[in-house]
């Protein structure tokens, strides 16, 4: 397994870990790393059958904590609290691992995370939400069983990042979103066995920016929803413009978004209460 597609090294530096999207790799956060510049450490690792990393070695049925563990790992292994960044089912991944280190973080910036685990505490809305997100699956599925891989990666895509995403995307991004299909199965089958009550979210004790582009799904936005309230420390910030590839597509905006939430979360003595929405101040 790769562990830092891209290390921006120092020490005494603040570190930043960013979690990618399905099919991608840590390569997906270089303009986030250009961003940053060298304030920050920031480590980008791949998802198992990403980038260079090993593929998952089916020891074992796969679990999120699996892809969360090379992040633990590496929070583990810092001298001082982490700032996680994720996208999509990176978005996911670090939601996982925030619960798994609660204490070793600075702050988490997500953008429209693959959370569906939050659907299910939002009454009949979430429900629904996750009735079709599970019909979607299962038609994908199939056609990946019966072997119409382009038609499976097609509809996919277009499910989560919008209509006309898949004719947009070059012939070799294409072809590596069909490679990735297999591994899709396992991320999405992980996200759904995850069992999260809001009062996980509410323990959070260090500031959240919640990101969403202007273009979101409902679903994605029902997510979100579900988190800003949850969340102490969270604020939702909407992306003009962007759809869920916002971070690719919309890198400049969503990125200075990223940078100014890291920033303003050093130094780590810096009162929390800083972070907090205007309306969440105003009801303390």
């Known amino acids: 397994m790769n ?46 059958g990403c980038g260079t990393a090993q593929h998952w070695s089916g020891a074992h049925p796969f679990k999120m904590t699996d892809e969360a563990a090379l992040a633990v790992s590496l929070i583990d ?20 691992v925030a619960r798994e280190r609660p204490t070793r973080l600075a702050s988490l910036t997500l953008y429209e995370p693959t959370a569906l685990q939050v659907l299910n505490t939002a009454g009949p809305e979430g429900r629904a939400a996750i009735a079709e997100v599970k019909v979607v699956a299962d038609e994908v599925f199939a056609a990946i069983k019966a072997g119409a891989y382009r038609a499976a990666a097609q509809q996919f895509v277009d499910y989560w990042s919008g209509t006309g995403n898949w004719d947009a995307m070059s012939p070799d991004q294409q072809a590596g979103v069909v490679r990735y299909l297999p591994k899709t199965s396992l991320e999405f089958r992980a996200i759904m066995q995850e069992r999260v009550p809001l009062a996980a979210y ?23 929803r579900q988190l800003a309230r949850a969340m102490k420390f969270g604020c939702l910030c909407v992306v003009d413009g962007a759809g869920h590839m916002g971070p690719l597509t919309h890198a400049a905006a969503v990125n200075a978004l990223i940078v100014n939430h890291i920033m303003r979360a050093e130094p780590a003595s810096a009162a929390v209460e800083q972070f907090l929405p205007i309306e969440k101040r105003l009801a303390a």
């Not at 979690?19 to 304030?39: C, K, N, T």
Request: overall charge positive; glycine content about 10%.
């Open 3 to 48: 562990t830092s597609a891209m290390f921006y090294a120092g020490n005494c530096k603040p570190t930043v870990i960013a979690l990618h999207w399905s099919g991608a790799s840590g390569h997906a956060w270089r303009q986030l790393g250009q961003a940053l510049g060298d304030r920050v450490s920031l480590i980008a690792p791949d998802h198992f």
């Open 77 to 96: 292994a810092s001298e001082t609290p982490v700032h996680l960044v994720g996208h999509s089912y990176g978005g996911a991944v670090a939601l996982r």
């Open 202 to 224: 509410r323990r959070f004790n260090f500031p959240v920016l919640l990101l969403q582009g202007e273009h979101a799904t409902p679903t994605f936005q029902l997510i979100l």
